[in-house]
């Protein structure tokens, strides 16, 4: 089901927008245009490819042209922590920005998100970052993969942005073991540090592991091209030894490694629900209404499958 905007843009339209760089790939759009269409709002959503050097004046330019909010993904989740207003807690917790929203003083002096107020008032703006995407990471594994977080025992493969909020996010939630892997082995150490420290309990290591685990996460960016290889090192850890894996990449639908990991008996689903649940939840933070999460769903399996 296609979902239409309300209106054609004219001159009363407003915007949101994701930055990253590149861009060309992103599935955000289709989701989010049908996410505000839905909701019956004369906003749209657009993509643009903002260099990392040019971010600061980018956000200044949102702000200047009263944009609703922002998303930002690679390489600007981390940049923008230092570029913002002030940080919600989540931004703070997680120490990565994904979402921004602006927000306009009344004169009463409270601050209210933009997209409530009339855009030709003169207002003082402000921005406020969020991260949606802890919290969509640990919904995806348990919805798409049905997966218990208390007392898992994962592979994270990657330390980057995502990786590193993965890492933490499954140990915030209860992970009993973490096994880190990664190109440049300090920076998985450096997250173990982190975990070590926040989370105590959390059994945390270096490397591969030797016996069975409940989850494979890849959150490395292996496998968006066809000529990568694969995140895993098979002969240090095989893959039937592992119950799901889960693939952060959501283009190719189906990575070697999630074509690999069915084919060894792995339950296993791609990044599509991470994608969609910190989607949703930067068009709440947006509109202050519940996000049309179904609507939303059609719409990105639409573009990323070509059918729903
Ligand atoms: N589904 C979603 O909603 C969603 C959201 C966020 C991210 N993602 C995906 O998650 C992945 C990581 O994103 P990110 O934001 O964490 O990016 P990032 O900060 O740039 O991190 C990239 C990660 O991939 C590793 N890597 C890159 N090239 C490699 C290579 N040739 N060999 C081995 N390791 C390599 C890096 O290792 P080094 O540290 O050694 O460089 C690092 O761990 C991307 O594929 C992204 O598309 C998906």
């Known amino acids: 089901m296609h979902q239409e905007p309300t209106s054609a843009i004219n ?10 760089w590149p861009i060309r790939h992103s599935a955000s759009p289709a989701m989010q245009n049908a996410g505000l269409a839905s909701l019956g709002l004369d ?15 980018a956000l200044a330019g949102a702000r200047a042209m009263k944009f609703i909010g922002l998303n930002l993904t690679v ?15 989540s931004a703070r917790l997680w120490g990565a920005v994904n979402t921004v929203r602006f927000e306009g003083r009344l004169p009463s002096g409270a601050w209210r998100p933009l997209g409530e107020l009339d855009p030709s008032a003169a207002l003082e703006i402000r921005s406020q970052g969020f991260n949606t995407d802890a919290e969509a990471i640990t919904r995806s594994l348990e919805e798409d993969l049905g997966l218990r977080l208390e007392g898992l025992a994962a592979v994270v493969l990657g330390a980057g942005g995502a990786g590193r909020v993965a890492a933490l996010k499954l140990a915030a939630e209860g992970a009993s073991r973490l096994w880190l892997v990664n190109r440049t082995a300090e ?49 240090v850890f095989p893959l039937p030894r592992a119950r799901t894996v889960y693939d952060m990449i959501y ?7 999630l074509a690999k990991a069915r084919q060894a008996g792995c339950q296993a689903a791609n990044g599509l629900g991470m994608l969609l649940y910190q989607g949703a939840r930067a068009l709440e933070i947006w509109t202050g209404r519940p996000a049309p999460i179904d609507i939303m769903r ?10 729903v």
Do not use: M
């Not at 283009?251 to 490694?257: C, F, I, N, V």
């Open 43 to 57: 906003w749209r959503y657009l993509a643009f490819e903002v260099h990392p050097d040019l971010l600061g004046e």
């Open 298 to 307: 059609k719409a990105l399996k639409e573009n990323v499958y070509g059918h």
């Open 11 to 20: 001159a009363s339209t407003r915007y949101c927008a994701v930055y990253g």
């Open 75 to 89: 390489p600007h989740k981390l940049l923008a922590v230092n570029r913002v207003d002030l940080l919600d807690d």
């Open 251 to 257: 283009r190719p639908a189906e990575t070697p490694l």
């Open 187 to 235: 920076k998985a150490a450096t997250v173990a540090r982190e975990i070590n420290h926040l989370y105590p309990s959390v059994k945390t290591q270096l490397g591969y592991p030797a016996e069975a685990v409940d989850l494979i996460l890849n959150a490395t960016s292996l496998g968006l091209k066809a000529s990568d290889a694969l995140p895993l090192d098979e002969a």
